[in-house]
């Protein structure tokens, strides 16, 4: 094999463009992406910032590109070594060094994003998830937080600008408690991804959680800022901002409707405790969004920015993310303003216990299955349908919820049933599916619901045990 090139630092620098070639560098090898740029998943821009330049900062806080199939597709655009003692990676402070400690029992899905979820066994104890058992969602490193200098700032349509601490918030406002289930829209994205694979992050059904939230309304905060409920405003979005960013300095956003800020019975929190305690690192401290009933993407962490627009966020999670579409749509046909935004997230539920492919006994020819159920909107759970028998039987289970209000049913309900086992099988599959009070309820299969992004599959759930008596 003829030996590669060596190139100067200064020959990389000058492919920096489309015209000249886009060239990087990783360790010591040097690569030509320019035929690249437009497969690449993250986007071609996001590649663009590494032009001429070295990638490895880049993949220290995207660390989904620290894998063998990777390396060897960027090996693939390969064309030369740096000269001897170069390096074009500098030393870059590890954007990832204000990572909390975690509890050992969370099953990680990914490191850095820091990704985890609650076993399924642990999540139906009680109806309050423990904080430190709480599955976490990160898109980006925890941010360093200085409390003496932390400001939200609320600023947009109608308003006047204003920054509050934390202690402002404490103090100048009347303390509100909630309680309300967090899910991301990804939860049980891995029944979607053994159909058929999807880009994501794997969740099976742990990716929820249930707590009690303290902090003040957003809607006593907004009316302070100046937001009149009778006076005419064409703005239709609240903006949240996280002090989470990526490299570009873009920071986390969502956004959820005005309505939900105005309305008294949204419930819309600007959240400083979880069940009793402060925030944690990993739960969004000092000061995160609680939108009861939406989607857990829109419970921005870490809020530093708050606006009032006629826009919704541009946000890449509000506009390229967090979106479902046909199961025929795929990365090549998708038109992302085709779909709205996920908001209020569809009925589901999962079985928690026996776990898939456990060994059960049964007693009297019962087996005991116990699960979650929940639904967007304020919507609460009427019903649990269990079947041992493929759907042909379905046992009603019995429900524990939250007391709620009419129509703000934020929290989800346990359950458990005894459930008949079919005589003389051993293999049994175990079926749950919800009712919510809108009578919205889950399809039987996954085929009909997976879409792209592996969201919102509330296909009924199935386990399959093995009876050992
Ligand atoms: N807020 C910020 N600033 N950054 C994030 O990455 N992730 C969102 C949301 N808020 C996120 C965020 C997503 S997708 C979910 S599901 C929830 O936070 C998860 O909240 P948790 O980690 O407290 O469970
Ligand atoms: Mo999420």
Redesign the pocket.
Same mark, same amino acid.
């Given at each position: 094999q003829p030996a590669l090139p060596i190139y100067h630092a200064e020959d990389v620098a000058n492919h920096n463009n489309k015209e000249q070639g886009v060239w990087v560098t990783y360790k010591d090898g040097v690569y030509d992406v320019t035929d690249f740029l437009e497969m690449h998943p993250g986007g071609a821009s996001r590649l663009m910032l590494a032009a001429g330049g070295a990638i490895d900062p880049f993949w220290a806080m995207y660390q989904q590109h620290q894998n063998d199939e990777i390396r060897s597709l960027l090996e693939g655009y390969r064309i030369g070594s740096l000269a001897g003692g170069q390096d074009m990676s500098q030393q870059v402070a590890d954007p990832y060094s204000h990572e909390p400690q975690r509890h050992p029992a969370l099953i990680v899905r990914s490191q850095k994003?820091f990704n985890a979820e609650t076993p399924a066994a642990l999540l139906i104890g009680k109806l309050y998830t423990p904080n430190d058992l709480?599955?976490?969602? !990160?898109?980006?490193p925890v941010p360093a937080v200085d409390l003496a200098a932390y400001a939200l700032r609320i600023e947009g349509e109608g308003l006047r600008t204003i920054e509050l601490s934390l202690k402002d918030l404490q103090t100048m406002f009347k303390r509100h408690t909630i309680s309300a289930t967090?899910q991301?829209?990804g939860n049980r994205r891995i029944d979607m991804s053994d159909l058929k694979d999807i880009k994501g992050t794997t969740w099976a059904a742990g990716?929820i959680?249930n707590a009690e939230w303290s902090g003040v309304t957003l809607k006593d905060v907004l009316e302070y800022a100046g937001l009149d409920e009778s006076s005419e405003t064409d703005a239709e979005h609240v903006q949240f901002e996280?002090?989470?960013s990526d490299m570009e300095g873009v920071c986390?956003g969502a956004s959820i409707l005005i309505e939900k800020a105005i309305n008294k019975g949204a419930d819309v929190l600007l959240a400083f405790e979880m069940n009793g305690r402060p925030l944690s690192k990993?739960?969004?401290y000092p000061v995160?969004v609680i939108a009861p009933g939406i989607v857990?993407?829109r !419970?921005?962490?870490?809020l530093s920015r708050i606006i009032i627009s006629k826009e919704e966020s541009q946000s890449h999670?509000q506009q390229h993310d967090y979106k479902s579409f046909s199961p025929n749509t795929d990365y090549d046909t998708v038109d992302w303003d085709s779909a709205p935004a996920i908001q209020e997230p569809n009925v589901t539920s999962a079985i928690c216990s026996p776990n898939n492919h456990e060994a059960v006994t049964t007693s009297e020819g019962m087996i005991p299955v116990k699960g979650f159920a929940y639904s967007g909107g304020g919507h609460s759970i009427v019903r649990v349908d269990v079947s041992a028998d493929g759907g042909k039987t379905w046992t009603v289970a019995d429900l524990r919820s939250v007391p709620a209000k009419r129509s703000r049913a934020w929290s989800w309900s346990l359950w458990e049933a005894e459930v008949p086992a079919p005589a003389a099988q051993r293999d049994i599959e175990i079926i749950c599916k919800a009712t919510d009070n809108a009578y919205n309820t889950q399809p039987d299969s996954v085929a009909g619901v997976w879409n792209l992004r592996g969201v919102l599959n509330n296909a009924w759930h199935r386990v399959k045990v093995q009876v050992t008596d």
């Open positions: 994003p709480f599955y976490v969602r !990160n898109h980006l967090l991301c829209a990716a959680g996280g002090l989470d986390y990993d739960h969004g995160r857990g993407a !419970n921005v962490k870490w999670w």
